[in-house]
Each structure stands twice: as structure tokens, then as C-alpha cells.
């Protein structure tokens, strides 16, 4: 689950971390993009030292480096976190976006309330946090399913 919550020992409040789910690892990236460098040079063997090969050569570099440009691209945008702070009186959401920038909300956990919208969100099972005349959502990039879980989580943290 690409969330988890932290709850110290020593204060009343609870901390949820959201994060998008990254299915390449580092070790991985590495591996890929240099399996994908070996495989693409495989038919260059064949040109060997012959003048063609300079003519092939370049396309084959480029789709290499475009595959790892595509690749760290979305790495970045993927690079988001989330985090819900929830004291004993105040709700508080912080977003950090790929680019930097930061987005809060907060409200008094009294009058804060979770919503799903199952249909009319950008995505399916939209999960909102409502407070202070503001809706913002939260755990967008979550798959379907985690947003279920995300919701069912929130809505018993919120009530306690």
C-alpha cells in the first residue's frame, strides 16, 4: 500500500503519508536501460566494420536515450507526497508536487468530513477531505482499490 500511517507515542496526533507507487526500482531502472542499450546493439553486430554501421548507429543511441528520457520523465512526475496530520483539534493536508511547489489545507477536525464521489470525480471513487469551505482532494493517484481502503481508513480517523 502506498500509504502508511504514523502515530506517536508521545503526542495525540496521527500522520498519514501518501505516495505515489513506483514499480521501477533504481536497481531495476539500471538494469532495463542497459539490457534495452544490449538488445537494440545486437543487430549492429551484423555491420561491423563496415561504413553503415555510423549510419545506424546514431538512431540506435537516440531511441536509447529517449527511452531513458521518457523513463526519468516519469520518475518526476511521480515524485509526490502527501501528508495528512491530524492533532486533536486541527486536520491538516500538506501536498508536495513534482515541480516543488507546495499545497496546504487545514480546518478544525470538528467540521472536516470525508467524501467519496464513486462517479462524478476525474477519477473513479474520488476521495475528498471537506472542511473550512474548501474541498481538496486527497490520494488521487491511488488505484482504485486503494482509495476504497483510503477512504474506510480516514472516515474511522476522523470519528476517534
Same mark, same amino acid.
Given at each position: 500500500?502506498?500509504?502508511?500511517?504514523?502515530?506517536?507515542?508521545?503526542?495525540?496526533?496521527?500522520?498519514?503519508?501518501?505516495?505515489?507507487?513506483?514499480?521501477?526500482?533504481?536497481?531495476?531502472?539500471?538494469?532495463?536501460?542497459? =539490457?534495452?542499450?544490449?538488445? *537494440?546493439?545486437? &543487430?549492429?553486430? +551484423?555491420? !561491423?566494420?563496415?561504413?553503415?554501421?555510423? #549510419?545506424?548507429?546514431?538512431?540506435?543511441?537516440?531511441?536509447?536515450?529517449?527511452?531513458?528520457?521518457?523513463?526519468?520523465?516519469?520518475?518526476?512526475?511521480?515524485? =509526490?507526497?502527501?501528508?495528512? *496530520?491530524?492533532? &486533536?483539534?486541527? +486536520?491538516? !493536508?500538506?501536498?508536495?508536487?513534482?515541480? #516543488?511547489?507546495?499545497?496546504?489545507?487545514?480546518?478544525?477536525?470538528?467540521?472536516?468530513?470525508?467524501?467519496?464521489?464513486?462517479?462524478?470525480?476525474?477519477?473513479?471513487?474520488?476521495?475528498?477531505?471537506?472542511?473550512?469551505?474548501?474541498?481538496?482532494?486527497?490520494?488521487?493517484?491511488?488505484?482504485?482499490?486503494?482509495?476504497?481502503?483510503?477512504?474506510?481508513?480516514?472516515?474511522?480517523?476522523?470519528?476517534?
Amino acid at each position: 500500500m502506498p500509504y502508511t500511517w504514523i502515530h506517536p507515542q508521545s503526542a495525540p496526533t496521527a500522520e498519514l503519508h501518501l505516495w505515489p507507487h513506483q514499480s521501477l526500482r533504481p536497481r531495476g531502472y539500471v538494469r532495463f536501460i542497459g =539490457i534495452t542499450a544490449a538488445m *537494440t546493439c545486437i &543487430p549492429l553486430l +551484423a555491420f !561491423l566494420g563496415t561504413l553503415l554501421i555510423w #549510419g545506424l548507429l546514431p538512431f540506435v543511441v537516440l531511441a536509447v536515450f529517449g527511452l531513458k528520457w521518457a523513463l526519468d520523465r516519469s520518475r518526476k512526475d511521480r515524485q =509526490i507526497i502527501e501528508v495528512l *496530520t491530524l492533532g &486533536p483539534e486541527q +486536520a491538516r !493536508l500538506e501536498r508536495t508536487n513534482p515541480d #516543488g511547489a507546495q499545497q496546504s489545507w487545514q480546518c478544525n477536525r470538528y467540521w472536516a468530513s470525508v467524501e467519496m464521489h464513486d462517479d462524478d470525480g476525474p477519477v473513479p471513487h474520488y476521495v475528498t477531505l471537506r472542511g473550512c469551505g474548501r474541498e481538496v482532494e486527497i490520494g488521487a493517484f491511488l488505484s482504485e482499490e486503494e482509495r476504497l481502503t483510503l477512504y474506510d481508513d480516514l472516515r474511522r480517523a476522523f470519528r476517534h
